[in-house]
């Protein structure tokens, strides 16, 4: 029979940071998900550097403790981790097909205003001084931003 592994105390803190970071990165990514879905694009912005900063903090955390560490948790810190970790993994999953449906919208937003834009163009715009119609007028690109 094997005795139990014992994570040294910097592993046991090391074990219970990276499950906190996991749920404030994981709280994080519902909230995101969350506006991103009612599609407040504007109160996106100032997560991406909370978010940025956590999701370093969490590979650093989780470099530190390693897969050792991770394989050495046991009991609490053990069930811990795995509920956080699924927890992380479901509301990244969940993160990333909202980001993508919001730009494939995006995108068809985009290209029906285009297709618009084309349409109206085709009509005569105005008369020349000849009284013929003139071509049409100089028109400026269009730029869309599709970072979110």
Known sequence: MTAPKVLAPASADAAAELA???????????????LVRKMKIAEIAPLQAEKSQL????QMALGTLGAAGIAALNGAAHSRWLAAGRRLTAAATENERA???????T?????AV????KQSR??????SARRAVSPEPPVAGIAVD???
Request: glycine share 6%; hydrophobic share 45%.
């Open 99 to 105: 980001l993508r449906i919001g730009r494939v919208a």
């Open 20 to 34: 906190t970071l996991a749920g404030s990165l994981t709280d994080l990514l519902e909230r995101e998900t969350a």
């Open 146 to 148: 599709h970072r979110l």
């Open 114 to 117: 285009v297709t618009a834009v």
């Open 107 to 111: 995108e068809r937003l985009v290209a």
């Open 122 to 127: 085709h009509a005569p715009t105005g008369y």
């Open 55 to 58: 999701t370093l903090r969490f």
